[in-house]
């Protein structure tokens, strides 16, 4: 319990933001669009490649990373029921399916720093480090199949894709930031995290009437990411020995809501940005009550 109230002052941060970005209108849209892509485009990436390249490689982390690609994998096999059973359009089940597996990284770092410090970070940068281009490759590619858009040109132009290949190529390079960089990096990634969650609270839409059917895809799709894949990590994790912070690690990816990127993406491919939208806020406002419950199993 104790670890759970631990997270208070991180759901403060978001509904700071949200609270922010409807009491100061002066500031306008603008800015708040301006922070989240800088945090997007600057802040993120550099957070990510500075969390992999300081993490040592190792045959440990593949269970990791196997029970992390596990419940991903697990949560596309349920998202792929949802056009059929709440006769989704093409383009609306391609923009929804993302929300049933990607990952909201700031609020992941910023919960395994609570848990387990700096050797915390370290392991959810390196999961989410690997995660991060099956997430992209999955939901730029389902969204290209209903669209005119090439997935390999949207990945190209993704900087969280393109952050995590360059810190991995460092990485088994065996090459080290010169000193200046690797503070200049870190600097950088202190202020992803507190602007992250800002940018988070601030994107928080729950506006609009999603229909009879709209709510019940939105249940279902809500039900994998904040449900079925921590189910999935409790089930798996016993039989390939994943444990102590690896395991707390893996429960806590699995457990995040999804990230603002999806909106951003839907947006950008001619998606269904309205639902995404309401889709990430209202998992997010959920993922702050069963977020913390799932923490309990680890206190």
């Known amino acids: 319990m104790g670890t759970a109230l631990a997270l208070l002052p991180d759901f403060a941060l978001i509904l700071l933001g949200y609270a922010l970005r409807r009491w100061m209108v002066a500031l306008g ?18 957070l990510l490649f500075n969390a992999i390249t300081k993490t040592p490689l190792s045959l440990a982390a593949i269970p990791l ?5 596990t419940a ?12 059929p059973l709440f ?4 383009i609306s089940f391609a923009s929804q399916f993302q929300c049933a597996f990607r990952f909201n990284t700031y609020i992941g770092l910023a919960v395994a720093a609570k ?23 999955a939901a730029v590619w389902m969204l290209a199949r209903h669209g005119e858009v090439s997935v390999w040109r949207e990945l190209a132009k993704n900087p969280l894709f393109l952050a995590t290949l360059a810190a991995l190529a460092w990485n088994l390079g065996g090459l080290t930031l010169p000193a200046p960089a690797g503070q200049f990096l870190g600097r950088l990634a202190e202020a992803a995290i507190a602007l992250g969650l800002l940018a988070v609270g601030a994107a928080l839409k729950l506006r609009g009437s ?13 039900a994998i990411k904040l449900l079925a894949m921590p189910l999935i990590v409790l089930l798996v994790a016993p039989y390939v020995g994943l444990d102590g912070i690896h395991f707390d690690i893996a429960l806590v990816f699995a457990a995040l809501p999804t990230a603002s990127s999806a909106y951003i993406l839907a947006q950008r491919m001619g998606g269904d940005g309205t ?17 913390p419950l799932w923490l309990v199993l680890l206190s």
């Not at 999603?210 to 809500?222: D, E, K, M, N, V």
């Not at 889709?279 to 069963?290: E, K, N, P, Y």
């Open 29 to 46: 849209d603008h800015f708040w669009t301006g922070l989240e892509k800088l945090v997007y485009f600057v802040l993120f990436p550099a």
């Open 87 to 90: 006769s989704l359009t093409p």
């Open 65 to 69: 990373i196997g029970v992390g690609a």
């Open 275 to 291: 639902r995404v939208a309401w889709l990430i806020s209202a998992g997010t406002l959920l993922g702050m009550l069963s977020l």
């Open 115 to 137: 848990l387990h410090g700096a050797a915390g970070i370290a392991a959810m940068g390196l999961l989410a480090g690997a995660m991060v281009p099956l997430a992209n490759l």
């Open 210 to 222: 999603l229909g009879p059917s709209g709510r019940g895809a939105a249940a279902y799709f809500l």
């Open 72 to 83: 991903m994998f697990g949560a596309m096999l349920l998202a792929l029921l949802a056009r």
